[in-house]
C-alpha cells in the first residue's frame, strides 16, 4: 500500500490530572510545583503548548490508585507513584477556558461509563470550547477500576472492545440526535428550534439502551475528534475503525511504521480514508543547548525513579499481583493467560524475552515499565532531537508525536523554546493555527449534518 507522507508533523502534548507525569519519577524533580490541585497548574501547561503551536494538550485517565501490587495503596501513595488522578471534566473545561486555539482531549472509559453521559459530557465541552475537544476512548485496565465503579472483576480484554464498538455507535448516534441548524431561536415567534430536525436514536443493543435525544445541540465540531490507542489485534481493529488520532507505545521506528501501516490498511479495509487516521507515538524528550547539559539533565532525570515504581505500575496495568512470585522464577502459562490487561504490552515481553517463559524480573527489564526506556527517548541539542523527530517522521514511521513529561511543566517548556523554533525553521512543523476548529488543524472532516 503506498505510504503518504504529510508535510508537517502533529504535536500533541501528554497530560496527567495530577504533578506525575507517565514518568513515575517526575513529581520528585525540584522544579516541581505543588499547585496541581489548582485549575492554574493545568492551564499553565495548556497555554506553554498553545505558545508552541501544539495541536492538542491531551489528558490521561485511570479510575483507580495502582493498588493491585501486594493488594494495598500503601506503596503508591507512599511513592506518589500515580497516585492522583482529578477527575477530567473540570480539568479540560479549565484548560479550554485558558486558551483559544490548542485543542484539548480527556479520556474517558467505555467500560466504566454510559454513552449518553460521555456523548452529553463531550458535546458540552466541544460548544465551550468552540470545536477544539477530543475524547481518547479507552477500555481500562485492572480490577481496582472495577471495584470502584460497583463490579467485581474486569471485564475480559475482548468483550470490553465488543462492548466499546456498541458504545460508540450509541455515542456517535446521540451526537446525531440533532440535524443542522435545528435551533431557531426567534424570540417574537417564540419559537426556539426546529423539531423536525431534531430526532430521538432508539439505541437497543447488547451492552446499552438509549432513546433520545441528546439534550446539547449539534456540537461545532459535529462530533468531538475521537482519540484511541489499541495495541492489541483486537485493540488495532478498533482503532482502525474509530480513531482519528492514534496513539501507539512503540520501542522502534521499524515497530512504529509496521504499526502505522497496519492502521492504514485496515481503516482502508473498513472504508475509511486511511489519511484521516494520524498514527503518533509516545516519546519523551531530553533537551537543552550543548550535548553535555542534555546528557547531564538525562542522568538527572533517571535518577528520579524509585525501586517500587516499576513493579507497582506493571501489577496495575496487567491487572496482576506481582509480589506473590520470587523475581527470577519463570511464570507459568496459566499465569501468563490469565493476565487481562494491557495484551500489546504483554506480547512485548514475551517477544523479548526469548527461551522461555518470563520471570518478574524480566517483565521489569523488558517493559521498562516506570521508567524514561518505557518510551523512545530522544536527548541531546535542539538541532539532534529535531533531526531524531524529523528521521522517524521522513521514514514514514509516524503522522506527529505524543510528548510525555520527564518533569512537569519544564519538558513542556523546553520543547517550547528549544525544539519547536528548530522544527519550524526546517519547514516540518507549522508556524500557526491554520483552522478555528480542531479537526481544521489536524485536516480532518466535519461530519456532515442530516436535515
Ligand atoms: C499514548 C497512550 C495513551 C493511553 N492513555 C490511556 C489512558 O489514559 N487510560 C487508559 O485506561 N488507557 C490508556 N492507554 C491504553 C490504550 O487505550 C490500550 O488499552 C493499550 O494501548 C493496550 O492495547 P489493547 O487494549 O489493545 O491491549 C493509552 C495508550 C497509549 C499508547
Not at 492554574?40 to 490521561?60: C, N, P, S, W
Not at 468531538?224 to 475503525?241: K, L, Y
Request: proline share 6%.
Amino acid at each position: 500500500m503506498e505510504q503518504h507522507h504529510p508535510k508537517q508533523m502533529v504535536l500533541v502534548g501528554f497530560i496527567q490530572a495530577s504533578n506525575c507525569s507517565n514518568y513515575p519519577g517526575s513529581w520528585r524533580h525540584r522544579d516541581g510545583s505543588d499547585d496541581f490541585l489548582l485549575p492554574g497548574y493545568y492551564q499553565h501547561i495548556a497555554r506553554t503548548l498553545e505558545k508552541g503551536k501544539f495541536h492538542l494538550a491531551f489528558v490521561d485517565d485511570r479510575l483507580a490508585m495502582p493498588d493491585r501490587y501486594e493488594d494495598s495503596f500503601a506503596a503508591t501513595v507512599e511513592h506518589g507513584i500515580r497516585t492522583v488522578k482529578l477527575d477530567l471534566g473540570p480539568v479540560v473545561t479549565a484548560m479550554a477556558l485558558a486558551t483559544e486555539h490548542i485543542g484539548i482531549g480527556a479520556t474517558y472509559s467505555t467500560t466504566y461509563h454510559t454513552p449518553f453521559h460521555v456523548a452529553r459530557l463531550f458535546a458540552t465541552l466541544d460548544h465551550f470550547s468552540g470545536g477544539r475537544i477530543a475524547w481518547n476512548v479507552v477500555t481500562s485496565l485492572n480490577d481496582s477500576e472495577a471495584m470502584n465503579f460497583g463490579a467485581d472483576a474486569h471485564p475480559p480484554h475482548d468483550v470490553r472492545y465488543d462492548r466499546a464498538d456498541e458504545f460508540m455507535e450509541t455515542a456517535f448516534g446521540l451526537w446525531d440526535t440533532w440535524g443542522g441548524e435545528a435551533l431557531v431561536l426567534d424570540r417574537s415567534e417564540g419559537r426556539f428550534a426546529d423539531p423536525s430536525r431534531v430526532r430521538r436514536l432508539d439505541h437497543s443493543g447488547e451492552w446499552f439502551n438509549s432513546r433520545g435525544p441528546l439534550t446539547v445541540p449539534r456540537c461545532p465540531q459535529g462530533r468531538p475528534v475521537i482519540i484511541q490507542a489499541g495495541q492489541s489485534g483486537r485493540g488495532r481493529e478498533f482503532a482502525a475503525r474509530w480513531g482519528e488520532l492514534v496513539f501507539v507505545i512503540v520501542p522502534t521506528l521499524e515497530a512504529c511504521r509496521s504499526h502505522r501501516t497496519t492502521i492504514r490498511e485496515q481503516a482502508a479495509f473498513q472504508g475509511r480514508d486511511p489519511d484521516s487516521t494520524i498514527v503518533s507515538p509516545a516519546v519523551y524528550v531530553v533537551v537543552d543547548e550543548t550535548e553535555d547539559r542534555a546528557r547531564e539533565k538525562l542522568q538527572e532525570l533517571k535518577a528520579l525513579a524509585h525501586p517500587m515504581d516499576s513493579v507497582v505500575l506493571l501489577s496495575e496495568v496487567f491487572n496482576y499481583d506481582f509480589s506473590v512470585h520470587p523475581l527470577d522464577e519463570p511464570l507459568s502459562d496459566d499465569m501468563l493467560d490469565s493476565i487481562s490487561g494491557l495484551r500489546g504490552f504483554l506480547d512485548r515481553v514475551t517477544q523479548r524475552s526469548a527461551g522461555g517463559n518470563p520471570s518478574v524480573q524480566d517483565f521489569i527489564r523488558f517493559s521498562a515499565r516506570g521508567t524514561l526506556d518505557e518510551l523512545p527517548t530522544f536527548a541531546g541539542t535542539p538541532e539532534e532531537v529535531a533531526d531524531g523527530l524529523e528521521n522517524w517522521f521522513q521514514e514514514g514511521a509516524c503522522d506527529g508525536f505524543v510528548l510525555a513529561a520527564t518533569h512537569i511543566p519544564g519538558a513542556y517548556e523546553d520543547f517550547v523554546e528549544m525544539v519547536v523554533p528548530e522544527l519550524q525553521r526546517r519547514g516540518s512543523f507549522r508556524a500557526d493555527y491554520e483552522g478555528a476548529t480542531l479537526r481544521e488543524n489536524l485536516g480532518l472532516d466535519r461530519p456532515g449534518a442530516w436535515s
